[in-house]
């Protein structure tokens, strides 16, 4: 990953999502209007977020199978910008339901799934906070990452059954992706997915190696 | 492996029974938390009848399953560690945390028809939703308060890694219970009964899995 070729890439992708997306032609719709764009800023911060939790939960495994501390740092440090981008999600996504919902916060499974994320990753935190020992911090920490996601999946498919959706597409509202995500639309959608999941690994990348320099130099005498 | 487990199981009940303050100080918590909920809201309607049940088995399951493993001596566990294998302890522990959950929350559930009225039309059905409820909240929290005894850390903690989990858990079995309480039709009710059951069966797959690197040091 140390190659320099998707870095110009996701920069590319991200230039041409915040150009095209604000430009390209969309859709007229009721009620959303140009607030349909949000799609291209909105809707990849969960992309991205759910990519790197998973990023995370497989570098937990990896640390449970090989004691690898390096592994552990790849875990956690995915995680925090795994928390940074659902952070960002949360905050496009309020924003934007204040004008087409009329409410920054009204109970939909989509929010409610991701407070649950947002809750589990800062008890893991906090869980790593507590601890100063590092192959203990890694050893539990990455059991809970894993006990915790493995067991998040389910709940986030469950939670949608249990209260009705206000997100376009489901409970009867005009949706993205049924009938009216163009295929203008779909020409800045893909590419800003790509570009904001390579954004958020480059974020994860760089943390990792300054925590990995960190590491060394705390335990070089 | 079954004998082991057994007399595993046997000596957490035992010492549960020799040392009959900590059995009745969570019994007494029962006791007050209940008379706490009847103080504020008197006898609510069914369906928060129905919430306010299972926001006391969430706390009530707190209480008492930390006992499992934060009573422990950290010290013991190297004990234990040379006498049986850690599914075994795991084990164990949860059924012994489902069977004091058991009883504390048949307790609640008395208390809960005494003070704040008695909504349910199938008693039955909800007696083993709240069976099921129990075992559900003491897998989750039995694991967890094992990662709570490991970091040296406090039930505060093991509650702030389990309210996540615990919600949708929540919500499932008061959702399940709402059948037990107002006659409704509720499509897709034995679905969401295996999946719970699914899950229960996840959490404590998860453990015996994870346990192990828990165990170590």
Not at chain 2, 173 to 194: C, D, H, R
Request: glycine residues 6%.
């Amino acid at each position: 990953m140390r190659q320099s070729w998707w870095k110009v890439v996701c920069v590319l992708l991200l230039g041409y999502t915040v150009t095209g997306g604000i430009l390209l032609p969309v859709p007229a719709l009721d009620i959303i209007n140009e607030t349909i764009r949000n799609l291209y800023f909105h809707v990849p911060m969960w992309f991205t977020m759910i990519i790197l939790f998973l990023v995370s939960f497989i570098y937990a495994i990896r640390y449970l199978r090989s004691g690898d501390l390096k592994h552990d740092i790849y875990s956690a440090e995915f995680t925090k910008v795994g928390i940074f981008f659902s952070i960002l999600g949360m905050l496009t996504g309020m924003e934007w339901a204040k004008y087409t919902w009329g409410a920054a916060w009204s109970n939909d499974p989509k929010q409610l799934g991701t407070a649950i994320c947002m809750l589990i990753y800062f008890a893991y935190l906090v869980l790593r906070g507590g601890m100063k020992d590092e192959e203990k911090r890694a050893k539990i920490s990455s059991v809970y990452n894993v006990f915790a996601f493995a067991l998040m999946i389910p709940l986030l498919w469950i939670l949608p059954r249990m209260v009705d959706s206000l997100h376009p597409g489901s409970g009867g509202n005009p949706g993205f992706n049924t009938y009216d995500l163009d295929a203008d639309m779909r020409m800045v959608f893909y590419p800003a997915v790509i570009g904001w999941i390579l954004l958020g690994v480059w974020i994860s990348t760089l943390r990792i190696r300054l925590s990995i320099i960190t590491h060394h130099r705390e335990n070089s005498f | 492996m079954a004998s082991p487990l057994f007399s595993l199981v046997k000596k957490d009940l035992l010492i549960e029974w020799r040392q009959k303050h900590t059995l009745f100080g969570v019994l007494l918590y029962v006791g007050s938390t209940v008379f706490a909920v009847y103080m504020m809201s008197g006898q609510p309607e069914t369906k928060v009848w129905n919430a306010l049940f299972w926001i006391t088995q969430l706390f009530v399951a707190i209480n008492s399953v930390a006992k499992s493993f934060l009573q422990e001596h950290p010290n013991r566990f190297r004990y234990y560690f040379t006498l049986v294998n850690p599914a075994s302890f795991l084990l164990a522990k949860m059924i012994y945390s489902i069977t004091l959950m058991l009883v504390v929350s048949l307790l609640s559930l008395a208390l809960f028809s005494v003070l704040l009225g008695f909504p349910i039309v199938q008693t039955g059905l909800f007696i083993l939703i709240t069976a099921t409820g129990s075992i559900s909240l003491s897998a989750v929290f039995t694991f967890l308060s094992a990662i709570a005894a490991r970091a040296n850390q406090n039930a505060a903690l093991m509650a702030i890694l389990g309210f996540p989990i615990a919600t949708p858990v929540l919500m499932m079995l008061s959702n399940l219970a709402l059948k037990a309480i107002a006659p409704v039709y509720q499509p897709g009710w034995w679905t969401l009964a295996g999946v719970l059951l699914m899950l229960d069966l996840l959490i404590v797959v998860l453990g015996i899995i994870l346990f192990p690197f828990l165990w170590q040091e």
